[in-house]
């Protein structure tokens, strides 16, 4: 326990933390100052620097440069096993319980001391355990039995064991990495009123999140970080949030630092307005997209902005076909290949950037031949029949690509996995040009990339547009999207909520849907022309 | 516009910019820079190296491991080395035993690995090993055909025999995610029991005169010897053609990518328009049938007939097999023929030594096992030296040469 002293110390003071991976700038200079027994938000887009920032002060990764004090004391930990010594748990995204074992049994395990001997011939107190687990639970208002099993628990109740757990470790000091993330609405409201309960107890949080109601609703402090650097803080506790006036200014305030407010210097752009090349139409996946209709014309890019996790990467899997259709069409060149599979639609002129690389983009174990190779196996200059795949044609192909895009590799032999990520995303990049795409979808395509290497891509992009083909761009920076489209839609909760040209691009206007300020601003559904499309195939 | 469009979308054609097929034709009748080729060779030569390398670290280790065993049993282990060796290795006769044994193990450790490589565990292979078998001993027995027709109905049975045991798992897998590890098991269990009631007494293709067993196969029909004096037989040239035609399959052909891709990462498959239930049920189907062809080549060549037991567990020790030669089909001969040795040297071990003939399953295992730990031992490799390289830093930042 930290001295009571006059001046109360920082719970967490975190002084110039700055962090370089290679090209990417992770954290720049950061200053972070928690409250003790205060809730304090760590707001950002994904990639904004919030899990580099929170594995440093975990001792999981090491600072370049920066100080970390808990309590006034400064600490350098090499393991979270010493930040939790210290009193600060962390409670991960992604759940840490065992299914199979009671609540007690989770929390309990891994926390044996002593010696090995000691261990193996002690008896193991569940009664014990469980009392105090029912004592702590009673106590945060957590209503978790000790004694079910943690495969019987709703996720809401498994987020809380996860935060009974960090307590039972000794935690005062909680990080959360946004915990509702998979929690339904009520029961997110269940677990905001353990952690208002908790901070009454005294115990500090900071609460890592990109849900905007949950910051307004939870957090006394508020921080916002934008590549890698505080972009700006503000003072939540004492305002009367309750009232949309005083709350819609401040919500639209952090969603701009948030994405950034550089006003866009716009270049110089001849519209290009071809035939319509996308035309989605009613679409739907039944759950967390749509029904949404939105058309990309030839030499069109089309940005698709909004918080992350309000219906893009549903939308991109519908486009390829890896999610099913509930209802509506998706049109590409006057054709409905809602129901084609990926391959056709991919022959048919699609092509995909994906956002995750490593999830759906290469093979890390396999060669840059065969990963330049992805989707280029059926027919010519790789293919000419059945029986046959030409190595030489394969590996030219990818030394033109390595040459094209300045993949920077030894050999083109080597795993993908030997390559930096960026240049990882180039050959990806490289790859899905090489396709002569008619509808490029590139999301987040310049993700992880240096200067340079993103330049490069946006280019690309321009240039598959100055040819005439769509492309529609799914990100998270809004300055690339300025920089490179044509127009913008933005998504929230699935649909569609505001519309922009580029003449017109309005940071502000766009803050305050993507927020969700301005609830549902009905768009104009655009006009849809029966003729342009065949019956489905 | 940039690229031509077909006038069929669709058309199972991957495009390709027509400057980027500008830019590799250029390239292909570019001349290669002298050194482009000694680079590629360097390359090869050491990821050559280091696969040698593992394999010889992963049986050294497996062996050093089976000596207490050995020397448990109170042998000498000269006498063992020596009768170990004149059994595998030490005449003719040995040497073409060695070769009889090591044609199942190659065919189907082949079964195994194309079935690994597309990311499916086929623990099923002896299963399909004896279904196969049983069918081509059938055919080869009731089927009037001329004897260059009625082998290649065996060897043909044989592999449909295969993969029809392998047809089940492959449907649940591919439209249920039922693992294959839970259904191959399996249908080991089901293969072996219809193959031992089908030569039964109450069976119906059981022989007239020799109980579990067939009528045989015509002498004509069989699988000719290939070396006088002993029982090598032309299963041995079927083998290296499926080692070339697997290999040609797994890197020449779209298939065999689709497979490899498959198996690396099942997302990417997806996304780049792989039917992953289609894949999934080639994979199996060809790795089923692969089992059967190694025991058609068992009927055929080596007993003339088919009976019960005429298996000695090769499709489990061709999973050590495939994983000992990691993956590689062109490996596998050097690793299958290691386990015929130790199978063919084992008889002499058990006879002149006095060492169980068990041990060669201990030193399979021990390989399986040393196999499946290699990830964790490159893991630790890799933090021992970036640990070392650190301390290294530290002390050229801190000036101190130590």
Same mark, same amino acid.
């Given at each position: 326990?930290?001295?009571?002293?006059?001046?109360?110390?920082? &719970?967490?003071?975190?002084?110039?933390?700055?962090?370089?991976?290679?090209?990417?700038?992770?954290?720049?200079?950061?200053?972070?100052?928690?409250?003790?027994?205060?809730?304090?938000?760590?707001?950002?887009?994904?990639?904004?620097?919030?899990?580099?920032?929170?594995?440093?002060?975990?001792?999981?990764?090491?600072?370049?440069?920066?100080?970390?004090?808990?309590?006034?004391?400064?600490?350098?930990?090499?393991?979270?096993?010493?930040?939790?010594?210290?009193?600060?748990?962390?409670?991960?995204?992604?759940? %840490?319980?065992?299914?199979?074992?009671?609540?007690?049994?989770?929390?309990?395990?891994?926390?044996? +001391?002593?010696?090995?001997?000691?261990?193996?011939?002690?008896?193991?107190?569940?009664?014990?355990?469980?009392?105090?687990?029912?004592?702590?639970?009673?106590?945060?208002?957590?209503?978790?039995?000790?004694?079910?099993?943690?495969?019987?628990?709703?996720?809401?109740?498994?987020?809380?064991?996860?935060?009974?757990?960090?307590?039972?470790?000794?935690?005062?000091?909680?990080?959360?990495?946004? =915990?509702?993330?998979?929690?339904?609405? =009520?029961?997110?409201?269940?677990?905001?009123?353990?952690?208002?309960?908790?901070?009454?107890?005294?115990?500090?949080?900071?609460?890592?999140?990109?849900?905007?109601?949950?910051?307004?609703?939870?957090?006394?402090?508020?921080?916002?970080?934008?590549?890698?650097?505080?972009?700006?803080?503000?003072?939540?506790?004492?305002?009367?949030?309750?009232?949309?006036?005083?709350?819609?200014?401040?919500?639209?305030?952090?969603?701009?630092?948030?994405?950034?407010?550089?006003?866009?210097?716009?270049?110089?752009?001849?519209?290009?307005?071809?035939?319509?090349?996308?035309?989605?139409?009613?679409?739907?996946?039944?759950?967390?997209?749509?029904?949404?209709?939105?058309?990309?014309?030839?030499?069109?890019?089309?940005?698709?902005?909004?918080?992350?996790?309000?219906?893009?990467?549903?939308?991109?899997?519908?486009?390829?076909?890896?999610?099913?259709?509930?209802?509506?069409?998706?049109?590409?060149?006057?054709?409905?290949?809602?129901?084609?599979?990926?391959?056709?639609?991919?022959?048919?002129?699609?092509?995909?950037?994906?956002?995750?690389?490593?999830?759906?983009?290469?093979?890390?174990?396999? %060669?840059?031949?065969?990963?330049?190779?992805?989707?280029?196996?059926?027919?010519?200059?790789?293919?000419?029949?059945?029986?046959?795949?030409?190595?030489?044609?394969?590996?030219?192909?990818?030394?033109?690509?390595?040459?094209?895009?300045?993949?920077?590799?030894?050999?083109?032999?080597?795993?993908?996995?030997?390559?930096?990520?960026?240049?990882?995303?180039?050959?990806?990049?490289?790859?899905?040009?090489?396709?002569?795409?008619?509808?490029?979808?590139?999301?987040? =395509?310049? +993700?992880?990339?240096?200067?340079?290497?993103?330049? &490069?891509?946006?280019?690309?992009?321009? +240039?598959?547009?100055?040819?005439?083909?769509?492309?529609?761009?799914?990100?998270?920076?809004?300055?690339?999207?300025?920089?490179?489209?044509?127009?913008?839609?933005?998504?929230?909760?699935?649909?569609?909520?505001?519309?922009?040209?580029?003449?017109?691009?309005?940071?502000?206007?766009?803050?305050?849907?993507?927020?969700?300020?301005?609830?549902?601003?009905?768009?104009?559904?655009?006009?849809?022309?029966?003729?342009?499309?065949?019956?489905?195939? | 516009? *940039?690229?031509?469009?077909?006038?069929?979308?669709?058309?199972?054609?991957?495009?390709?910019?027509?400057?980027?097929?500008?830019?590799?034709?250029?390239?292909?009748?570019?001349?290669?820079?002298?050194?482009?080729?000694?680079?590629?060779?360097?390359?090869?030569?050491?990821?050559?190296?280091? *696969?040698?390398?593992?394999?010889?670290?992963?049986?050294?280790?497996?062996?050093?491991?089976?000596?207490?065993?050995?020397?448990?049993?109170?042998?000498?282990?000269?006498?063992?080395?020596?009768?170990?060796?004149?059994?595998?290795?030490?005449?003719?006769?040995?040497?073409?035993?060695?070769?009889?044994?090591?044609?199942?193990?190659?065919?189907?450790?082949?079964?195994?690995?194309?079935?690994?490589?597309?990311?499916?565990?086929?623990?099923?292979?002896?299963? /399909?090993?004896?279904?196969?078998?049983?069918?081509?001993?059938?055919?080869?027995?009731?089927?009037?055909?001329?004897?260059?027709?009625?082998?290649?109905?065996?060897?043909?049975?044989?592999?449909?025999?295969?993969?029809?045991?392998?047809?089940?798992?492959?449907?649940?897998?591919?439209?249920?995610?039922?693992?294959?590890?839970?259904?191959?098991?399996?249908?080991?269990?089901?293969?072996?029991?219809?193959?031992?009631?089908?030569?039964?007494?109450?069976?119906?293709?059981?022989?007239?005169?020799?109980?579990?067993?067939?009528?045989?196969?015509?002498?004509?029909?069989?699988?000719?010897?290939?070396?006088?004096?002993?029982?090598?037989?032309?299963?041995?040239?079927?083998?290296?053609?499926?080692?070339?035609?697997?290999?040609?399959?797994?890197?020449?052909?779209?298939?065999?990518?689709?497979?490899?891709?498959?198996?690396?990462?099942?997302?990417?498959?997806?996304?780049?328009?792989?039917?992953?239930?289609?894949?999934?049920?080639?994979?199996?189907?060809?790795?089923?049938?692969?089992?059967?062809?190694?025991?058609?080549?068992?009927?055929?060549?080596?007993?003339?007939?088919?009976?019960?037991?005429?298996?000695?567990?090769?499709?489990?020790?061709?999973?050590?097999?495939?994983?000992?030669?990691?993956?590689?089909?062109?490996?596998?001969?050097?690793?299958?023929?290691?386990?015929?040795?130790?199978?063919?040297?084992?008889?002499?071990?058990?006879?002149?030594?006095?060492?169980? *003939?068990?041990?060669?399953?201990?030193?399979?295992?021990?390989?399986?096992?040393?196999?499946?730990?290699?990830?964790?031992?490159?893991?630790?490799?890799?933090?021992?030296?970036?640990?070392?390289? /650190? *301390?290294?830093?530290?002390?050229?930042?801190?000036?101190?040469?130590?």
């Amino acid at each position: 326990m930290s001295a009571p002293s006059v001046h109360k110390a920082a &719970a967490i003071r975190l002084t110039g933390i700055d962090k370089r991976f290679g090209a990417v700038h992770a954290n720049r200079a950061i200053d972070l100052s928690v409250a003790p027994g205060s809730i304090h938000g760590l707001l950002g887009e994904n990639g904004a620097g919030k899990s580099t920032l929170m594995k440093i002060l975990f001792g999981m990764i090491h600072a370049d440069e920066g100080r970390v004090e808990i309590d006034g004391t400064p600490v350098a930990f090499r393991s979270s096993a010493e930040a939790l010594s210290a009193g600060i748990g962390m409670v991960q995204q992604h759940f %840490s319980l065992i299914p199979a074992f009671s609540v007690v049994e989770n929390l309990i395990m891994g926390r044996a +001391r002593g010696s090995v001997l000691s261990r193996l011939t002690r008896k193991l107190d569940l009664k014990a355990a469980a009392e105090r687990a029912q004592e702590l639970s009673d106590r945060f208002g957590f209503g978790i039995d000790p004694l079910a099993k943690v495969a019987t628990l709703s996720v809401g109740a498994r987020q809380k064991v996860e935060i009974l757990k960090a307590l039972w470790g000794g935690a005062r000091t909680l990080v959360l990495d946004e =915990p509702t993330a998979a929690l339904s609405p =009520p029961e997110a409201d269940e677990l905001y009123a353990v952690l208002h309960r908790l901070r009454s107890e005294g115990t500090t949080i900071v609460l890592i999140s990109h849900k905007m109601p949950e910051i307004m609703h939870l957090c006394d402090r508020v921080t916002v970080l934008r590549d890698g650097a505080v972009v700006g803080e503000a003072e939540l506790a004492g305002q009367a949030l309750d009232e949309p006036a005083v709350r819609q200014p401040i919500e639209a305030a952090l969603v701009n630092m948030m994405i950034g407010r550089d006003k866009p210097e716009l270049p110089e752009r001849a519209p290009l307005e071809g035939p319509v090349i996308l035309d989605i139409r009613g679409l739907t996946d039944g759950t967390r997209l749509g029904p949404i209709d939105l058309k990309v014309h030839g030499g069109e890019i089309v940005a698709v902005v909004g918080v992350e996790g309000n219906g893009q990467s549903e939308l991109v899997e519908l486009l390829m076909g890896l999610r099913k259709a509930r209802d509506g069409m998706i049109g590409i060149d006057n054709h409905n290949v809602v129901d084609w599979p990926t391959q056709r639609r991919l022959d048919a002129g699609l092509a995909h950037i994906s956002e995750d690389r490593h999830a759906t983009g290469v093979a890390d174990t396999m %060669s840059l031949i065969d990963n330049a190779s992805i989707g280029f196996v059926d027919g010519a200059p790789f293919s000419g029949s059945p029986l046959s795949l030409s190595q030489k044609q394969r590996r030219i192909f990818t030394e033109v690509l390595i040459e094209q895009h300045k993949v920077r590799t030894p050999s083109p032999d080597l795993p993908m996995a030997s390559l930096s990520g960026g240049n990882q995303q180039k050959l990806v990049v490289g790859r899905e040009l090489a396709r002569a795409p008619r509808l490029m979808i590139a999301a987040q =395509p310049t +993700r992880g990339l240096d200067i340079g290497s993103t330049v &490069a891509v946006q280019d690309a992009l321009l +240039r598959l547009r100055a040819e005439g083909n769509a492309v529609l761009l799914l990100s998270l920076d809004l300055n690339e999207v300025f920089a490179i489209a044509d127009r913008l839609v933005v998504l929230r909760k699935g649909r569609i909520v505001g519309t922009m040209q580029s003449a017109d691009f309005d940071i502000d206007q766009i803050g305050r849907w993507m927020s969700g300020a301005v609830e549902h601003v009905a768009t104009k559904p655009e006009e849809t022309d029966p003729q342009t499309l065949e019956a489905a195939s | 516009m *940039r690229a031509k469009r077909p006038d069929l979308p669709g058309t199972g054609t991957a495009r390709l910019a027509p400057d980027m097929a500008e830019a590799m034709e250029a390239r292909s009748h570019a001349p290669r820079a002298p050194g482009a080729y000694l680079a590629l060779t360097r390359d090869r030569a050491r990821t050559f190296g280091g *696969r040698a390398l593992i394999f010889v670290l992963t049986l050294g280790a497996a062996m050093l491991c089976a000596l207490p065993f050995i020397l448990l049993s109170g042998a000498n282990l000269a006498v063992t080395a020596e009768a170990f060796f004149n059994g595998a290795l030490g005449s003719k006769f040995a040497v073409a035993e060695t070769l009889v044994q090591m044609i199942p193990l190659l065919i189907a450790g082949l079964a195994v690995a194309i079935s690994f490589h597309g990311g499916l565990f086929n623990i099923g292979v002896e299963g /399909q090993l004896i279904f196969g078998g049983l069918v081509a001993g059938v055919i080869g027995a009731e089927v009037n055909a001329p004897p260059l027709v009625l082998t290649a109905l065996c060897l043909l049975g044989g592999i449909a025999g295969g993969a029809f045991a392998a047809l089940i798992p492959a449907l649940l897998k591919a439209y249920r995610g039922v693992h294959e590890v839970v259904t191959t098991i399996m249908i080991n269990f089901i293969a072996i029991s219809v193959a031992l009631y089908a030569v039964s007494p109450a069976g119906p293709f059981v022989s007239a005169t020799q109980p579990s067993a067939t009528e045989k196969i015509p002498r004509e029909a069989r699988l000719s010897m290939i070396w006088d004096g002993t029982r090598l037989h032309f299963g041995l040239i079927i083998a290296l053609l499926t080692v070339i035609g697997i290999w040609w399959l797994l890197y020449r052909t779209p298939l065999g990518f689709r497979i490899r891709l498959l198996g690396a990462n099942p997302g990417a498959a997806r996304a780049s328009g792989v039917s992953v239930p289609r894949i999934t049920i080639a994979t199996l189907l060809i790795s089923g049938g692969l089992g059967g062809l190694a025991g058609a080549v068992q009927v055929l060549g080596v007993y003339g007939r088919f009976f019960d037991a005429f298996s000695a567990g090769y499709g489990y020790d061709a999973i050590a097999v495939a994983l000992l030669a990691a993956l590689s089909p062109i490996a596998m001969i050097i690793s299958a023929f290691f386990f015929a040795m130790l199978d063919s040297g084992a008889v002499q071990m058990q006879a002149v030594a006095g060492i169980s *003939r068990e041990m060669v399953g201990v030193v399979s295992g021990l390989v399986v096992a040393f196999v499946a730990i290699q990830p964790a031992i490159l893991h630790l490799w890799a933090r021992l030296r970036q640990k070392t390289a /650190q *301390r290294r830093d530290r002390n050229i930042t801190s000036g101190d040469p130590a």
